[in-house]
């Protein structure tokens, strides 16, 4: 790892994404697959290392095959994968995911290894050298060993005075029944964050109203400094608690929406990570503006491309896109 101080550490999952090249149809008639590798918080940290900046991910895999490519994938992008481990007693976790002609998608996990992280698995002394640790996992909160080791780091990251990103990832298929958990789980985790970025689904889910700017200042009165919440082709509106604004996107022809939610949130950390303090600028909202407009065209890159880590564009394309 290089020693210097603007290292973005994302913790969570990385699998293998099975996409259903039968464009339109669901997994229950679709027949041919693509591999990828996926998981959100390895593809906001695969984003930040495409654009030029310093990311390490922290999260286990199978000691198979698996495993092996997606350690490859990574390291393909410069990501840091030293604190990444490869379990030799269970099996890399696995998603299958069918794509629609709208470029929406639906998908189901076969979960493996990621779930059986241990806090005592973490080495403290060099997270204590992040400058931002992002909590963007959509099966961390699910259950234990992993949604302690969760907890157990935000904690420690907000002793340390680590900038904490977070992204609930609500997936609906893996909290059926446990809506309620879901939410008094994010709850926790928007207690302790700097910057949350949410759907407009999860906003209406944690906070019980679908007015947005109603639903925004609940987040902050959980305690999120900064929030933004990603409405597609619509663009992002962003909260900083004394200002909120829609900020638009760019027009694109959306083929596969996967992945662009964490290359938004990449794209955003990475320009927090070149700043010496990135709390400094949640009052500078001009600034804050031209940050999210960044990001948006980052993730609507990524729609007009199929897969996640293989989408992402690097710091040239995003300014050179028309």
Not at 23 to 47: C, H, Q, R, Y
Request: a negative charge; aromatic letters at 10%.
């Amino acid at each position: 790892m290089r020693n210097k101080n603007n290292y973005v550490f994302c913790i969570g999952e990385l699998l293998i994404d099975f996409f259903c090249t039968d464009i339109d149809l669901d997994l229950v008639e679709g027949s041919n697959f693509l591999k990828k590798a996926g998981g959100a918080p390895a593809n906001v940290a695969a984003t930040i290392s495409k654009l030029g900046g310093d990311s390490s991910f922290i999260g286990k895999v199978g000691n198979d095959p698996f495993g092996n490519f997606l350690v490859q994938e990574l390291d393909n992008v410069n990501v840091d994968t030293s604190m990444l481990i490869k379990d030799k007693y269970s099996l890399t976790t696995m998603a299958f995911v069918s794509l629609k002609a709208n470029g929406e998608r639906d998908f189901i996990f076969n979960r493996g290894a990621d779930g059986l992280f241990y806090y005592n698995e973490l080495d403290e002394e060099r997270i204590r050298k992040a400058k931002i640790i992002h909590f963007g996992s959509a099966t961390a909160l699910l259950n234990d060993p992993f949604q302690e080791t969760y907890f157990k780091l935000m904690k420690f990251a907000k002793e340390q005075n680590i900038f904490i990103s977070f992204d609930p990832n609500f997936r609906a298929n893996l909290w059926e029944n446990r809506e309620q958990e879901f939410i008094e789980l994010a709850n926790k985790g928007i207690n302790y964050a700097d910057f949350v970025k949410v759907s407009e689904e999860e906003l209406e889910i944690i906070s019980g109203t679908s007015d947005k700017q109603n639903g925004i200042n609940h987040l902050h009165q959980l305690g999120a400094k900064l929030v933004a919440v990603t409405l597609g082709k619509e663009g992002t509106l962003l909260s900083n608690g004394k200002e909120s604004e829609t900020i638009s996107s760019i027009n694109i022809i959306s083929i596969d929406s996967t992945g662009a939610g964490d290359a938004f949130v990449g794209a955003t950390l990475f320009q927090f990570a070149q700043l010496d303090s990135p709390r400094n600028l949640f009052d500078s909202f001009e600034k804050l503006k031209e940050i999210i407009a960044f990001s948006n065209k980052v993730a609507a890159i990524v729609c007009t491309k199929i897969g996640a880590i293989t989408s992402l564009p690097d710091y040239d394309e995003v300014i050179n896109f028309k």
